[in-house]
């Protein structure tokens, strides 16, 4: 079994200065770890191709806005990010203000994430 995190396109959202957040975040972890967020969707394909069978997969859909633990967890992670958006020149204070912002409106309620898990099963042999 693997999991890992997908994004939506940012231009879907209907809160674009939430969606510049998650975009930044996402463009820093490429630049600083090497992440890559299409990754998830290719995962039924690459195990197939190391021989694994019975594939299947299913996706959990992180939402914001629900005054849940999910906002605790993005109102953490855009704390911590901010300082590195910052000097990578991806965000300016400003606008990671604007979309955290968007965690304390009413009414607000978006698609943060998805985090996909796929698994199989070797072969049996006889």
Do not use: K
């Not at 209907?14 to 975040?25: E, I, T, V, W």
């Amino acid at each position: 079994m693997i999991e890992d995190p997908t994004y939506l396109p940012p231009e879907i959202s209907p809160y674009p200065a939430f969606a510049s957040l998650l975009r930044g975040c996402e463009r820093l972890l490429e630049r600083t770890q090497g992440t890559d967020s299409s990754w998830a969707r290719r995962m039924p394909t690459a195990m197939a191709a190391c021989g694994l069978t019975g594939i299947q997969m299913s996706a959990r859909v992180g939402v914001c806005g629900n005054g849940d633990e999910e906002d605790d967890f993005w109102r953490l992670c855009f704390a911590r990010a901010t300082p590195a958006l910052i000097e990578a020149g991806l965000m300016t204070a400003r606008e990671t203000e604007m979309g955290l912002a968007h965690l304390d409106r009413r009414g607000f309620n978006d698609v943060a994430w998805m985090v996909i898990s796929c698994w199989g099963q070797l072969p049996h042999r006889l």
